[in-house]
């Protein structure tokens, strides 16, 4: 396997990390767990990850402050993060999701269908770099 293809799931309820395991597992990627915004970060640092699915409410780090340190990092940064919320949605999250570069906002519970299509999309073009410009011919830059 290559390097960026695992999805990343973070809850701090067990139960709600089932969900979204049995959810994604169809789609056959690797899932790796994590039940705080700490191991979350440990998760991400230590490389190969795809796609994080990030639940907006813990204890401690939130999924908010791990994006926030997510957008920093060169090496994290091109993560994609869908962030997940069982407090429904209001205007002031939604905006401070976007701001902070999260790719969606679901809110709990999640249809499994439309997770996966996300997911499925977001693996799919994680890790393409951006096409750089052209370089300019000498003499012109």
Not at 29 to 56: H, N, Q, W
Not at 67 to 79: A, G, P
Request: one cysteine or more.
């Amino acid at each position: 396997m290559s390097a960026g293809e695992k999805v990343l799931l973070v809850d701090d309820h067990e139960d709600n990390l089932f969900a979204l395991q049995s959810a994604l597992s169809p789609l056959g990627y690797p899932l790796e767990a994590a039940t705080s915004g700490d191991a979350a970060l440990k998760a991400v640092l230590r490389g190969g990850i795809a796609v994080t699915v990030l639940d907006v409410v813990m204890p401690g780090v939130s999924g908010l402050d791990v994006l926030r340190y997510m957008q920093r990092l060169e090496q994290t940064r091109r993560i994609p993060v869908i962030l997940v919320t069982g407090m429904g949605v209001d205007a002031q999250l939604s905006r401070t999701a976007m701001r902070l570069g999260a790719a969606d906002l679901l809110v709990k519970p999640i249809d499994p269908w439309s997770l996966c299509i996300k997911v499925r999309y977001l693996h799919r073009f994680a890790g393409r770099q951006e096409p750089s410009a052209p370089a300019a011919p000498a003499g012109l830059a």
